[in-house]
């Protein structure tokens, strides 16, 4: 009687691993649809961060499938009491875990940490905003559309613009480090303080929250010990015993 009840809880949960599954793989499809696309890395030559960068929403979709695929092979494994399918539950499910808190350890850092990991491309954006900005029409034009959709300025904030060819020219900042007010001076720019685009970008392009990652570390912890355990369970049961190898 203990045995089929530990089964049966087992095979809940599982169901609800499936479902939890499912729902992370919404939101990936929701925080790609959601996500304001932007060429600046690809026109600043730095397609493979751009590919990176761009991650976040696929593998929230790729870990929801995985995880509606091992609840379906945890669950299968306790009705058909087949030993072998949970113990490559737990390996996979071990594997995705590591994976996870190498992920949040990312996720988790302050943004002028994961800030600084990307300070080799600082020089190379910055200069050519600089040089090019309001020069180079492609250039200018993408610049602008990563302002207006992300409502950023700059790589880190106005002062990108300064010892610019535009700001000399002009004497004037970009609107949209006025918050689209113009004239935009210098004093404005600094009083409004919009936040850089660097920080925007990363905020956008890693969707899942410190917490999300946080529940769904607590519940693959769960799912590893309920594995563990029903592997237990099964191993009392002396009719199953010619069926697991």
Wanted: charged share 15%; proline share 3%.
């Amino acid at each position: 009687m203990k045995v089929t009840g530990c089964l049966k809880l087992a095979s809940t949960f599982y169901g609800f691993l499936t479902l939890s599954g499912g729902g992370t793989v919404g939101l990936g499809i929701w925080s790609q649809m959601k996500k304001s696309k932007t060429d600046l890395f690809n026109k600043m030559d730095v397609a493979t961060l751009a590919t990176i960068m761009s991650m976040g929403g696929p593998m929230l979709i790729a870990l929801g499938c995985v995880l509606a695929l091992m609840g379906v092979v945890g669950c299968l494994g306790t009705l058909k009491k087949k030993r072998w399918m949970l113990l490559v539950f737990f390996v996979i499910v071990l594997i995705i875990f590591i994976l996870q808190v190498t992920m949040a350890v990312f996720i988790l850092l302050p943004n002028n940490v994961k800030e600084k990991s990307l300070s080799s491309l600082e020089v190379k954006f910055v200069t050519s905003l600089q040089k090019n900005y309001n020069q180079d029409p492609s250039i200018t034009s993408i610049w602008n559309e990563t302002m207006t959709k992300l409502k950023c300025c700059g790589y880190k904030g106005y002062d990108d613009f300064t010892n610019s060819t535009f700001v000399m020219k002009q004497s004037l900042y970009p609107t949209q480090c006025c918050g689209q007010d113009s004239p935009c001076g210098k004093d404005k720019a600094a009083n409004e303080n919009v936040s850089g685009c660097i920080y925007a970008l990363l905020d956008e392009n890693v969707p899942i929250s410190g917490a999300l990652s946080f529940l769904i570390g607590i519940i693959e912890i769960v799912a590893l010990i309920v594995s563990l355990k029903v592997y237990q369970c099964l191993g009392h049961v002396p009719a199953l015993f010619e069926d697991n190898l």
